[in-house]
């Protein structure tokens, strides 16, 4: 394993105390397992601030009510320490609005060593039942075309295409989701959709004009566009979906989707990143679940400054897909409104400077 950047020696230390108290499982080719417990060992003594990795105050701890039994929820998020303090407030919120907080287990994947990171993340939730996993990025890395948005062209980006072979076999079912996101809704409702018998679910948009995802060369090759004969098409986004594990792993939809990318490669065919492919493996072939559980575009669009509001409806998630980042317009003091909607959940804590060494 490598380093992206060396830690400091006094980080390094307390990580590599960690390394020897928690177990580490080694899973096919693409991914190496931190199994972390919460008994493991008292960060908040070691921890030490670096530049890039924030400073986040400790979630309290949240409890199971009386009438919670033990099933796991299983969910998965991808760490990237541009979007720590994403993450940091999605996993609040969940746990938040939860009746059963104690029943999560969080599947976190990265993409680079970050010890920095993971300290991060246990301290601020020193009761969270959580690992973390990574994403082979060489994977993945050659097969991307870039796309209209940089930020769209990360690997981390595609590594929700292979969650069934990165999350162990206990993980018959997960809930993926971006780190951009809040949820104000008890998230177990999400969890228990019936997939009758689909690979994913996630809320579709049939209004949108789906003709428009993918390019003119696509349309006019019937050899390609028949791939949605039969179908319904219609737009859903990746930043939240419900997912069969097994399903999809006997499938081979990974498969699948890569295929698209490599067609991609050859011919351009859409426009996007790693949202396209996954639309033409799936659109028309999902289980719908209601639009309150994926509010998105509140980021706004690719132009600079402008703001969304929310779609008429209940809301049980809100979404900051596009370009601006709430945390990012807060900080620059010019936010949209939407974005107060995401300030309760920060958990940073700005001009903390060094703890008690
Ligand atoms: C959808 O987009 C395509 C391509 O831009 C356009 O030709 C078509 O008229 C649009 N359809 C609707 C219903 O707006």
Redesign the pocket.
């Known amino acids: 394993m490598a380093f992206g950047n060396p830690p400091p020696l006094h980080g390094l230390l307390s990580f590599i105390l960690l390394f020897f108290s928690s177990s580490f499982l080694f899973h096919d080719h693409v991914a190496a397992a931190v199994t972390v417990t919460t008994t493991s060992i008292h960060l908040d003594v070691v921890r030490k601030p670096t530049p890039d990795v924030p400073i986040f105050r400790e979630a309290p701890a949240f409890r199971n009510g009386d009438e919670c039994n033990k099933e796991s929820i299983h969910i998965s998020m991808t760490l990237d320490s541009n979007y720590l303090r994403g993450t940091m407030a999605a996993v609040l919120s969940i746990l938040q609005h939860s009746s059963c907080p104690e029943n999560f287990e969080f599947h976190f994947l990265w993409a680079r060593f970050e010890p920095q990171v993971f300290l991060s993340i246990r301290s601020t939730f020193p009761y969270l039942k959580f690992k973390i996993y990574r994403f082979e990025s060489n994977r993945v890395r050659g097969k991307i075309s870039k796309s209209i948005r940089q930020a769209l062209d990360q690997p981390l980006n595609y590594a929700r295409i292979y969650l069934s072979d990165i999350l162990p076999g206990y993980v018959k079912r997960v809930i993926y989701l971006d780190s951009d996101i809040v949820v104000v809704d008890d998230i177990a409702k999400l969890w228990e959709v019936n997939l009758q018998g689909k690979v994913l679910a996630a809320p579709e948009y049939c209004h949108a004009?789906?003709?428009?995802y993918f390019t003119e060369l696509f349309w006019k090759d019937p050899e390609l566009s028949r791939t949605f004969e039969g179908r319904h098409p219609c737009y859903f986004n990746t930043g939240v979906m419900v997912m069969d594990v097994e399903k999809w792993r006997g499938g081979g939809y990974t498969q699948k989707v890569e295929h698209w990318m490599a067609v991609q490669k050859q011919k351009r065919i859409y426009h996007l990143g790693s949202l396209p492919p996954f639309l033409l493996v799936l659109a028309g072939d999902l289980k719908s679940v209601d639009h309150r559980w994926n509010q998105h575009g509140l980021g706004g669009d690719n132009l600079e400054g402008k703001c969304r509001s929310l779609h008429p409806g209940p809301i049980s998630l809100l979404h900051w897909s596009g370009k601006g980042k709430p945390w990012l317009r807060l900080d620059s003091r010019r936010p949209c409104s939407v974005d107060h909607l995401w300030a309760p959940y920060d958990l940073y804590r700005p001009n903390t400077h060094s703890l008690e060494e």
């Open positions: 004009n789906f003709t428009e």
